[in-house]
């Protein structure tokens, strides 16, 4: 379910690898849950009330919270989903059985962020490259909603810095 005008934006949004499993089905394996919101405290408070605690590892720089007993871990990022350059009315809220939901960027927004990932690496990262290829190819086939190949490109060359778009994708996409 597409739904843009229920305040996606203001409630948190899973991102990353996580983000990355749900599209593709579990064919990725991510270690942690990264979520953007812009209420960082009351997501860490709500967690914190949830079990959750900031490690204490000496010597290593925390960037989330974990689980003791499950030893899940969740990354806070503040700020706006992209950096502000998500369309947010693209945001998918996906309806759970347990009457709960959850909040995607679009799959395109991932596509690209991946994408970014890869060309900010100078092209070494093959596992940022192969999870777009990926989240395209599952994209253009399973999804029940079509992709937007226009804004996919427009996404990708903001996220590159201009040297990808969605036809560089695409070609090696089919090649």
Same mark, same amino acid.
């Given at each position: 379910? =597409?739904?843009? /005008?229920?305040?996606?934006?203001? $409630?948190?949004?899973? *991102? !990353?690898?996580?983000?990355?499993?749900?599209?593709?089905?579990?064919?990725?394996?991510? !270690?942690?849950?990264?979520?953007?919101?812009?209420?960082?405290?009351?997501?860490? %408070?709500? +967690?914190? @009330?949830?079990?959750?605690?900031?490690?204490? =590892?000496?010597?290593?720089?925390?960037?989330?919270?974990?689980?003791?007993?499950? !030893?899940?871990?969740?990354?806070?990022?503040? !700020?706006?989903?992209?950096?502000?350059?998500?369309? =947010?009315?693209? *945001?998918?809220?996906?309806?759970?059985?347990?009457?709960?939901?959850?909040?995607?960027?679009?799959?395109?927004?991932?596509?690209?962020?991946?994408?970014? %990932?890869?060309?900010?690496?100078?092209?070494? &990262? /093959?596992?940022?490259?192969? %999870?777009?290829?990926?989240?395209? $190819?599952?994209?253009?086939?399973?999804?029940? *909603?079509? +992709? &937007?190949?226009?804004?996919?490109?427009?996404?990708?060359?903001?996220?590159?810095?201009? &040297?990808? @778009?969605?036809?560089?994708?695409?070609?090696?996409?089919?090649?």
């Amino acid at each position: 379910m =597409v739904n843009g /005008a229920r305040s996606a934006h203001a $409630r948190p949004v899973l *991102i !990353g690898g996580g983000a990355v499993e749900f599209y593709i089905g579990g064919a990725v394996a991510s !270690g942690d849950f990264d979520v953007v919101t812009g209420a960082r405290a009351e997501l860490e %408070q709500a +967690l914190f @009330g949830r079990g959750f605690v900031r490690p204490a =590892v000496p010597g290593s720089l925390c960037r989330g919270l974990v689980h003791p007993g499950s !030893g899940m871990s969740v990354a806070v990022v503040s !700020g706006r989903l992209f950096d502000g350059h998500s369309d =947010v009315g693209r *945001i998918r809220i996906i309806e759970l059985a347990s009457g709960e939901s959850l909040n995607v960027p679009p799959v395109e927004d991932m596509i690209a962020d991946r994408m970014g %990932q890869f060309n900010a690496r100078a092209g070494d &990262d /093959a596992d940022m490259l192969a %999870q777009a290829l990926v989240l395209y $190819r599952v994209s253009r086939e399973n999804l029940e *909603i079509r +992709l &937007d190949e226009a804004y996919l490109h427009t996404r990708i060359r903001a996220e590159t810095l201009g &040297d990808y @778009g969605s036809d560089s994708l695409r070609e090696t996409a089919n090649g």
